[in-house]
């Protein structure tokens, strides 16, 4: 018997293998293309429950369908491997993006002294000084100091500029 589907998720993983494993062929359809060929049956561009069997079943007949192989061992690892680098990164985005925009808030001149925001250098200010005020506390040789051990040496110069732009921060002092 076939069996055909939409991939809409990793819940059919489990449900594609079985059905692999009881010697039914297996085919799947591109999520993309039924949703355009939905029009197709009834002139009515909804999408639903009920019509997405039958504009499945019509692409399967016109051949628009990939044979689904199962993976085991290595192949099945590396599938599993692959989704969570992507799930990572799209959480290492989403933390690089709010740290940015709470660095915005924090200290919104420090954004001009470093090409990139995420820098070792920023994330060691960030550590080190909780407040806007204790970095102007601190005196340039303090943050000398600190940059000079993070950075290797590379942003001990702008240690006086970002003395300066803490002393004269338009930063909020509440809600630090």
């Known amino acids: 018997p076939w069996l055909a589907y939409e991939p809409t998720g990793p819940y059919s993983n489990c449900l594609r293998e079985w059905l692999v494993e009881a010697d039914c062929r297996v085919v799947q359809v591109n999520p993309y293309q039924v949703h355009r060929a939905k029009e197709l049956r009834d002139n009515n561009p909804t999408k639903s429950d009920w019509k997405d069997p039958g504009v499945i079943a019509d692409l399967v007949w016109q ?92 942003a001990t110069a702008r240690a006086q500029t970002i003395w300066e732009a803490a002393c004269a921060s338009v930063a909020p002092a509440s809600g630090q």
């Open 63 to 154: 051949g628009c369908y990939r044979e689904v192989r199962p993976m085991t061992g290595v192949y099945a690892e590396l599938r599993a491997a692959s989704g969570e680098w992507a799930s990572l990164t799209k959480q290492h985005t989403a933390l690089g993006n709010e740290f940015q925009g709470l660095l915005e808030v924090w200290f919104p001149e420090l954004t001009e002294q470093f090409r990139d925001p995420l820098a070792q250098s920023v994330r060691a200010l960030v550590e080190r000084y909780p407040r806007v005020e204790a970095i102007a506390q601190a005196g340039p040789k303090r943050l000398t100091q600190l940059l000079h051990r993070v950075s290797h040496g590379r």
